[in-house]
């Protein structure tokens, strides 16, 4: 049971669902960038409007290319999904410490799962889930040694030899 759970397959699976998600996630976010960055206003986070608009983009970029990392098996791009959870569910739990009922702001303004439940204990959990995927693809790479390819490494794999 141990080897399927954690088996080359099932790495691949769950690299790609999350990897999925955060491209998706991302580029949600950079389509309605005006919609973006009126949710990091409702947290008060980000005091100047500019920055704010920095910071939309920013993390929608960062989504996308942790997400074709983490697809692609890159090394750091496990590391870049769990410290932008990390900080998300920091953002969360200021957000509910705060007594804030808004959306996330996850998965863009038509989100039907924000727009049903319109709270950040939701998210939270979703996180949370997302987090243990995350450590599950961790300790698959130790049981398994598994070894993440640098960007170099797949640059060469492609690359014109003569």
């Not at 100047?48 to 098996?73: H, M, N, P, T, Y």
């Not at 995350?134 to 049981?143: A, E, M, S």
């Not at 598994?146 to 640059?155: N, Q, T």
Request: include cysteine.
């Amino acid at each position: 049971m141990l080897n399927i759970l954690f088996s080359k397959s099932s790495y691949r699976i769950i690299r790609i669902i999350i990897g999925g998600i955060f491209i998706y996630s991302g580029l949600v976010k950079i389509s309605d960038l005006s919609a973006f960055v009126s949710v990091i206003h409702a947290f008060g986070l980000v005091p100047v409007g500019e920055l704010r608009a920095i910071a939309a983009i920013v993390i929608s970029l960062a989504e996308i290319i942790a997400g074709i990392g983490l697809i692609f098996d890159i090394k750091g791009s496990l590391a870049l999904i769990f410290s932008m959870l990390t900080l998300f569910m920091i953002v969360l739990i200021y957000g509910i410490k705060m007594g804030f009922d808004i959306d996330c702001g996850c998965f863009g303004s038509d989100d039907p799962v924000g727009a049903a439940f319109h709270g950040l204990r939701s998210s939270l959990v979703r996180d949370l889930i997302f987090i243990s995927a995350v450590i599950y693809l961790y300790i698959c790479r130790k049981i398994n040694r598994f070894k993440p390819v640098s960007i170099v490494g797949y640059w060469k794999q492609f690359a014109f030899k003569k």
